[in-house]
């Protein structure tokens, strides 16, 4: 429970009420004193002074230790109010969601959290990883599916160009290879731009027919997508390496 800063906490409320009772009490009696010091007859004149003195000063010392005292347990309730109040804030704002890189989103078995450089410092610098993770995983799965794709079928044009990697060097290729780089930067700059609200990769669903955002599926996209990168490495290095599209390299 947490009140603003015109709550009245019940230390302060006790105080208050103590105040008035206190001040109540001094008023009776002085009144009372009062009373007693005009209806009193006394037989000798000098006496009757002393006495009317007397009452006087009793009656004038109560209250004016009364007050005081009231006065202070009236400022002791509001300290305590306020260290109260004081304390729930700090134990409100020391309250904070840690975070946990090792807890997130495919950190799994056997590896659990691979990051031996220590890249990911904090959360900021790993969400920013993570973003790039599946962009190059996916670009990755994509490039891998050409790279076989181009090995079987290729697109008006483009017949007399190789059907491994070299394809990208090679005749009209080399417009092909800049032609599709051209549109990666402009969907990179303008259409899949991270929003800092959402989960890093969140660029919506382009599949409206295919809508399961579940965190199983996310998991299965991390995964394939480290493993698009490995294949794409691989079918890059063995093509410049034996001169093989990536179909032939099964031996097919």
Not at 20 to 47: H, Y
Not at 175 to 190: P, R
Not at 234 to 250: D, H, M, N, R
Request: aromatic share 8%; charged share 15%; net charge positive.
């Amino acid at each position: 429970f947490s009140c603003s800063d015109t709550c009245v906490s019940p230390a302060s409320f006790l105080a208050a009420r103590h105040l008035k009772t206190s001040m109540a009490a001094s008023l009776a009696f002085v009144q009372k004193s009062q009373g007693l010091a005009q209806t009193s007859a006394p037989a000798l004149r000098g006496a009757g002074q002393v006495q009317v003195q007397s009452d006087a000063k009793q009656s004038g010392v109560f209250p004016s230790v009364a007050l005081p005292v009231a006065a202070a347990t009236v400022l002791g309730g509001f300290v305590c109010a306020a260290k109260s109040r004081a304390g729930k804030r700090t134990r409100a704002s020391g309250i904070v969601c840690n975070f946990n890189k090792e807890a997130q989103l495919g950190a799994q078995d056997p590896l659990g959290f691979w990051d031996p450089a220590g890249f990911c410092e904090d959360e900021a610098k790993f969400k920013d990883f993570r973003a790039k993770e599946l962009k190059h995983g996916r670009l990755a799965m994509m490039g891998a599916l050409g790279m076989l794709a181009q090995s079987v079928v290729q697109v008006p044009g483009m017949e007399g160009v190789p059907k491994g990697v070299t394809a990208a060097l090679t005749g009209n290729g080399q417009t092909g290879f800049l032609a599709i780089l051209a549109i990666i930067a402009g969907l990179e700059a303008a259409v899949f731009v991270q929003d800092p609200n959402k989960e890093p990769g969140n660029f919506g669903n382009p599949l409206p027919w295919f809508d399961d955002y579940s965190p199983e599926m996310r998991a299965r996209e991390i995964n394939n997508g480290r493993i698009a990168m490995f294949s794409a490495i691989g079918i890059i290095s063995s093509s410049l390496y034996t001169g093989k599209s990536a179909i032939e390299q099964f031996g097919l």
